[in-house]
């Protein structure tokens, strides 16, 4: 079943509405999130409050916006016999509100342009979004949200001919920041499993991530007038702050690994004689290798001062785990997503997400939660777009995956 795909008036609809959520400012604010301000911005609020009036307009009566802000909606089954209504198993269906804060998301302003085979990106004709290249699209996640809230207004258009078992969604905030779970209301979420709609190029299928750790190291120097320096008079904390991140491997950087490596990044550096800190990610799919990262940053860091003269504190904080080893104990949840993915059309990639969802907390909560692409490309940048089509397939998958009984699932 292509629902969207092929329909031009639900196509527009879609790119209406992805254009209109663009232009809300919801970004995050990494260091506010970090100080355990939550939300950690007021604009998160505004965007929510907007998708709890259209949920609410599309007919959907428990509609709750916490004291947190998340906005999470429950719809249920319209299946009347209740031996058939046990074959469709209760979804949460979840995507972010938040924009990263790297570069502005706000006053965006959407470029649309129509593309031929030739000249499109995804090598078909396609409709193609960009931002006007001052700011990023917020495509990531908004691109989600759509594709989510697309395919909800139509199967509620089409209720009659389309039989859907319970239906959960959630739309979390400060994900940009990893603290996106870190008040999840739990307590009023029962879904079997839940799907987070997050990824990028279509097909992409993901039920593997990074162990997530984050390092702070601080440099403790020696001020003294510059004249008087020499002897070790001085020790300058932002000297070794820098000699610090010189030293650390090279092939263990983000810009010289792919596919199953892990990377240390220096994020942030910050500092002056006296005082110098630095902010790290570890990024690495098993744990062994991040004890690794753990034993280079301390010993690196310890190395530093010792030639220097001056004196160092490293701590690390867990962010994440790798939801595979989860995911694996739940192989009918990829399983009856390789059928959406089939019944939309879409051939399924699986690879290992560079990075991480909300849907890594929440399989570590308990929830098994695989990721499923949206259509964005090129995150977190002023480059960042948005295939149409792509995004239009994200929601056949949707809508595929919540009609879809076991009985069919397993037949097919």
Not at 71 to 98: C, F, G, Q, T
Request: net charge negative.
């Amino acid at each position: 079943m292509n629902y969207i795909y092929n329909n031009e008036a639900e196509k527009n609809m879609m790119l209406e509405r992805f254009c209109r959520y663009a232009r809300i400012w919801s970004e995050s604010d990494g260091k506010a999130a970090d100080e355990g301000v939550f939300p950690s911005t007021e604009c998160q609020w505004d965007f929510a409050r907007i998708l709890v009036k259209e949920l609410r307009n599309l007919g959907t009566r428990n509609v709750y916006l916490t004291d947190f802000c998340y906005v999470v909606a429950k719809i249920d089954s319209n299946i009347e016999d209740a031996e058939e209504r046990k074959k469709y198993p209760a979804i949460l269906l979840m995507a972010h509100l938040d924009t990263v804060d790297e570069v502005s998301g706000r006053n965006v302003r959407p470029v649309i342009t129509i593309k031929s085979d030739d000249e499109s990106p995804t090598g078909t004709a396609d409709t193609i979004i960009k931002s006007d290249g001052t700011t990023l699209l917020g495509a990531d996640d908004k691109a989600g949200i759509t594709a989510i809230m697309c395919a909800l207004d139509y199967m509620q258009r089409h209720y009659e001919e389309l039989p859907h078992g319970p239906i959960q969604v959630m739309f979390s905030p400060d994900e940009e920041t990893g603290h996106g779970m870190d008040k999840v209301p739990l307590k009023i979420l029962s879904p079997d499993f839940a799907v987070t709609v997050d990824g990028g190029d279509e097909g992409e299928l993901e039920s593997e991530c990074f162990n997530a750790w984050y390092a702070q190291v601080r440099f403790t120097g020696k001020a003294c007038h510059t004249g008087d320096a020499k002897a070790n008079r001085m020790v300058n904390a932002t000297v070794m702050a820098g000699a610090f991140t010189s030293a650390l491997p090279r092939d263990k950087a983000p810009e010289t690994t792919e596919g199953h490596e892990g990377f240390i990044a220096v994020m942030e550096c910050a500092g002056s004689i006296e005082s110098a800190e630095i902010g790290l990610l570890l990024r690495a799919f098993t744990t062994e290798e991040i004890e690794n990262q753990k034993r280079i940053v301390s010993e690196t860091a310890e190395k530093i001062s010792g030639e220097f003269g001056g004196k160092c504190e490293v701590t690390f904080r867990q962010q994440y785990v790798n939801m595979k080893a989860k995911l694996d104990e739940h192989p009918q949840v990829l399983e009856r997503l390789r059928h959406a993915f089939a019944a939309s059309g879409v051939v399924p990639r699986e690879k290992p997400i560079r990075g991480g969802t909300d849907g890594s907390r929440l399989t570590e909560l308990g929830i098994p939660t695989p990721n499923i692409f949206t259509g964005a490309h090129e995150f977190h940048s002023r480059n960042e777009w948005l295939s149409l089509n792509q995004c239009a397939k994200a929601a056949d998958v949707i809508i595929n995956l919540c009609c879809t009984g076991e009985d069919k699932c397993t037949n097919t």
